[in-house]
Structures are given as structure tokens and as C-alpha cells.
């Protein structure tokens, strides 16, 4: 690891604070604030928006829940001092990466493969989808 004491203790403090902060966010917003009772919900077009906003409560909570785990595992990494090295070519991460975004696990250039790989799929998956709409809008006329 090529990071300082004091570079590693900066790090610490801020994933601590951003774990305890969500952690906190978790049992503040329970379940019961967001969905109204029996009697609130006169009628079905009511019941689908309760839905619809559950849904998206679920689908942020996840990826806090998500965010939190990786923010542990970094921490966990921390203590045993497996933390700031890469987990594609074991080099070190720089400590300016890290300060930006904490829960990094790949340097900078594998990061970048990565993502590249990623995108390269996004533009395949999408371009097909594409394809599919134009038969459908073409089987309509
Ligand atoms: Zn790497």
C-alpha cells in the first residue's frame, strides 16, 4: 500500500462517516412512513402511485444497501491492510482516486478496461433493442 498514515486515516474517517450516515438513513426511513394505511388508499389509481413510490424507495434503498456493503468491505480491507491495492493487477491505487471515490477496488487503468468492456456491451445490448422497436413499429403500420 502506498498510502500514508495520514492518507489512510483521511480515507477511514470519511468511508466511516458515509457508512454510519447511511446506516442511520436505513432506520430512519422505515417502511411505514411511506405507505399509507388501508383507509388512506380510496381507489386503485392511489394504490398503483403507492406502489410506483415503494417501488423506487426499494430501488434507492438497494443501492444504499449496496454502497454501505462496499464502504464495509472497504473498511474490512483497511484493517487488513489489503485496502488501496488493486484487485485486477495488485498495484496500488492512488490516494487521489481514492479521496474521490473511497470504495475504489481497480486502479485507474484497469477501471478504465473495465468500463470500456462495459460500454462496449451497453452499445451492443442497446443497438439490439433498437432493432427489435423497428419491427414492432414496422409489424403496426
Ligand atoms: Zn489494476
Redesign the pocket.
Known sequence: MSLTKKQLKTLTEKITAERDRLVASFSENTDDKYILSGDDRPDEIDQATSDYERSQLIRFRNRDVFYAKKLNKALEKINNAEYAT??????D?KFERLNARPTAE??????DEAERAEQGNFVARQSKSLGKQDNIVMGAR
Open positions: 488493486c484487485e485486477e493487477c495488485d498495484c491505487i481497480l486502479c485507474i487503468s484497469c477501471k
